[in-house]
């Protein structure tokens, strides 16, 4: 009798396979409890966490890496690209200690605006996102640039962002998205929204 969809992209598609008048009901992703800072007992101690596949359609993790490279001198910065971190326990716990040890979290939701776990994830972790502006899906999530994560426009050139990353108000922004996820975007969350929408 109705239809949950993880992302805005394609949604008119979507609604011209279903009867007309199918009540939609949107279900973005979220930040499963271990991503939580608060149970988290260790340090952050990268500056940079970067991880997930270089594809055409995630074309800013290309870039940020190629920058970052350029900077290893003054940042501790990790780099998984390519690696895939869901083949097995270990490598998923490695992801995680990662997000939850880094200071930053630079990536890309894509051309098409989706908001990837890792968005829901790096504000559990209080790693700050940084990520160019995925519009409307964004805001419907309630991230806002320098309240609670740093955006740009998409096709601008970040390195301004990294050259003066020392400006912004880290323990806001951290702080902030962390507040964000734990209240809206948890797997608790998700359960209740369901149960409120088919109940």
Not at 4 to 17: A, E, I
Not at 150 to 162: A, C, M, Q, T, V
């Amino acid at each position: 009798s109705g239809v949950f969809h993880n992302y805005l992209f394609n949604l008119d598609y979507m609604k011209s396979l279903f009867p007309s008048g199918t009540p939609f009901f949107h279900w973005p992703c979220w930040g499963a409890e271990e991503f939580d800072y608060a149970n988290f007992n260790g340090v952050k101690n990268i500056d940079f966490f970067l991880s997930g596949a270089v594809v055409p359609e995630y074309q800013y993790r290309g870039i940020f890496n190629r920058m970052l490279q350029n900077d290893c001198l003054t940042h501790k910065v990790v780099n998984t690209f390519g690696e895939g971190w869901t083949e097995g326990i270990t490598t998923n716990q490695d992801y995680y200690n990662n997000l939850l040890s880094s200071k930053f979290s630079p990536h890309d939701g894509g051309v098409f605006g989706r908001m990837v776990p890792r968005y829901f994830e790096s504000g559990l972790a209080r790693s700050i996102v940084i990520s160019p502006d995925l519009g409307e899906e964004m805001k419907r999530n309630g991230f806002v640039n320098e309240e609670n994560c740093i955006l740009f426009r998409r096709g601008n050139d970040p390195s301004y962002i990294f050259n003066t990353i020392e400006k912004f108000d880290q323990e806001k922004l951290s702080l902030n998205c962390y507040n964000l996820v734990k209240e809206r975007h948890t797997t608790s969350s998700r359960i209740r929204q369901f149960l409120e929408t088919v109940l």
